[in-house]
């Protein structure tokens, strides 16, 4: 065999090899091809610090901790990539800039007082210096200490707040909303202190290598905004962070609600893609409402992977049987012709881990390539 | 000149319009022109979100709409509610609503306030990050019927679990309506920790309390 044809063959076990690594796997399904079966991801670490023996509260403020948890979740399970190396993706740019954080010690953190009490406080605000400001060095040293050690295997990406649910951590989603409606100016001027620090964090991540991230866009979501709100006070800030920390791959994530929007969400999904987001994703039970195949057909048409979480509850529940229906009507629809991951929504603490084993199980039956017709 | 009925027609839209800034002079007008303060309540404020009620659950608005009305109708009811007399023939059964213990997510327990006060409810609102002690206390003081508990992780289902004990402990299970809600919460959650249900959404809520409230009557 020459070296050509020995290349040629060695690029074809990559993509339909059986044991491809998890970061080969989920780098074929983002650049839009099929690997050897459809990549299976989690997205909440709080299930996986409890296996691992440790309190939620530890975890949450120690980098060791946090890869301790991801790796040994990732090997048991036979999970290929782990989405929020973190277990609270959702505070940690506001603790940084004041907002009060409280960590009890078997759940996640939640803020307790907002730093913008009244707008005069926006002056105030300093963008927070990621390798010192309050739990900022843990995470980022938690996907160092994850690249340097297992890197080689598995892909790693970061993943923040964006600007809006920023602000909202930092206002309260209420004070926010009655801002929008009377002093809109004011809340530009906190986007924008909101999109430097986003920015300011993400050029962290992206100072230690990582090729990709995630931005949280949970509150940006119908029917939290109306499509008026969200063209004026979402889609101008993220697409700046997007194309602040290019060349990182930037997906927004955490969108929920399509299906508040009937037969208007393709318009938002046209939307997301056009501010520059690296892939899409559609999470449950938005599935069962839109029409997915159409969802991963507009994404690819414009170079997008598609991510789809499964259900939490559904996970946690069950019935397992139903489970195995959700995943195999994801894989039907959206794992044709490659550019598609999986991923567990959350992993609930209480989730009977044979449930976790039967998710990853179902994946692997339903989305093995050549796929079954 | 205004005519007297536009006024409480003006009230509506405001609450509709979600005009929380101006809803508190709209009301003293009201009043200034005779309208009782019940009045002014029920025909004003309740009927413009019972409009913006029904238009978010028929996805014709979306989430901030529904926010601002209740925030107007919140405003307007500081200026009203210490002048409501207490009509005792009147009845309003009562609720309780929190988010749990470690738990500082308002969003739905603000929905379900707006939507069951439109529904002519008494709510309690005990805020956020409620122990399981004051959901009790509360219960206790005010005769609740309904108790409404939520939780948005899933790592504080315990207390409502807690809370359930706590009602069987404190020998008041059988008198109030235990439900819970939140997005960790499932069929199978209310059958674990012994809750009388669950509602996807607010409206659906309503419709269950109701229900729950009848068949109790009933027996």
């Known amino acids: 065999m020459n070296c050509l044809s020995r290349k040629r063959k060695n690029e074809q076990n990559d993509v339909k090899g059986t044991s491809l690594l998890p970061k080969k796997r989920c780098s074929l399904a983002l650049s839009l091809r099929e690997p050897d079966r459809v990549p299976i991801a989690n997205y909440g670490l709080e299930f996986a610090a409890i296996d691992a023996g440790f309190k939620i509260g530890e975890v949450a403020v120690s980098s060791q901790k946090i890869v301790q948890s991801t790796i040994q979740f990732l090997t048991k399970y036979e999970f290929d990539q782990q989405l929020n190396l973190s277990i609270d993706p959702f505070n940690i740019e506001a603790e940084g800039m004041g907002s009060k954080v409280k960590f009890p010690e078997n759940s ?54 964006s600007p809006f649910s920023l602000a909202i951590a930092l206002r309260g989603y209420t004070n926010l909303i009655k801002d929008m409606k009377t002093k809109p100016d004011y809340v530009h001027k906190l986007l924008e202190v909101a999109t430097e620090t986003v920015l300011e964090y993400g050029k962290a991540f992206k100072d230690i290598e990582l090729p990709a991230a995630t931005i949280l866009e949970q509150f940006a979501s119908p029917p939290n905004l109306s499509t008026k709100q969200y063209d004026e006070f979402v889609l101008p800030y993220v697409s700046r962070v997007i194309q602040g920390l290019k060349p990182m791959n930037i997906t927004l994530g955490g ?23 690296a892939s899409t994703m559609f999470l449950d039970p938005d599935g069962e409402y839109i029409d997915i195949k159409e969802f991963k057909m507009i994404s690819k048409f414009h170079g997008r992977a598609t991510f789809s979480g499964i259900s939490a509850n559904l996970i946690r529940d069950g019935p397992i049987k139903l489970l195995r229906q959700r995943i195999s009507k994801h894989c039907k629809n959206c794992a044709p012709g490659g550019g598609y991951a999986i991923f567990a929504l959350y992993l609930p603490p209480g ?14 039956e339903f989305g093995t390539y050549p796929l079954s017709t | 000149m205004v005519i007297k009925e536009e006024l409480l027609e003006d009230l509506q839209k405001i609450v509709i319009e979600g005009d929380y800034e101006i809803v508190h002079e709209a009301c003293q007008k009201a009043l200034d022109a005779g309208f009782s303060a019940s009045e002014i309540l029920n025909t004003g404020l309740i009927e413009g979100i019972r409009i913006v009620g029904k238009k978010y659950e028929g996805k014709e608005l979306f989430l901030p709409d529904l926010i601002l009305s209740g925030e107007t109708m919140k405003e307007g009811l500081k200026l009203l509610e210490p002048l409501i007399e207490i009509d005792e023939s009147s009845y309003a059964p009562n609720i309780i609503l929190g988010t749990v213990k470690d738990d500082i997510h308002d969003l739905g327990k603000l929905i379900l306030n707006i939507v069951f006060k439109a529904a002519g409810f008494s709510v309690i609102d005990l805020g956020v990050d409620v122990p399981t002690a004051t959901f009790i206390q509360r219960a206790k003081e005010t005769n609740a019927e309904v108790i409404g508990a939520s939780c948005f992780m899933a790592s504080t289902l315990k207390y409502l679990n807690e809370i359930s004990q706590s009602l069987v402990e404190n020998g008041i299970r059988d008198d109030v309506i235990f439900l819970i809600g939140g997005p960790p919460v499932s069929k199978k959650i209310v059958e674990t920790i012994g809750a009388d249900g669950y509602a996807r959404d607010a409206f659906e809520a309503v419709k269950l309390v109701e229900q729950l409230l009848h068949s109790k009557q009933a027996s």
């Not at chain 1, 963008?127 to 890197?151: C, S, T, W």
């Not at chain 1, 208007?264 to 997301?272: E, F, H, M, T, V």
């Not at chain 1, 989730?351 to 692997?364: C, L």
């Open chain 1, 108 to 161: 996640m953190p939640v803020i307790t007082d907002y730093a913008v009490k009244d707008y005069k406080d926006i002056n105030s605000l300093q963008v927070p210096d990621p390798q010192k400001a309050a739990r900022m060095p843990v995470i980022l040293g938690a996907h160092e200490l994850f690249l340097e050690n297992y890197g080689d295997k598995y892909s790693v990406a970061g993943l923040f707040t």
């Open chain 1, 255 to 277: 969108v929920w609600g399509y299906s508040f929007l009937q037969n208007s969400w393709k318009d938002l999904l046209r939307k997301i893609i056009a501010s520059g987001s």
């Open chain 1, 351 to 364: 989730t009977p881990p044979e449930n976790v084993s039967a998710f990853a199980s179902f994946v692997k």
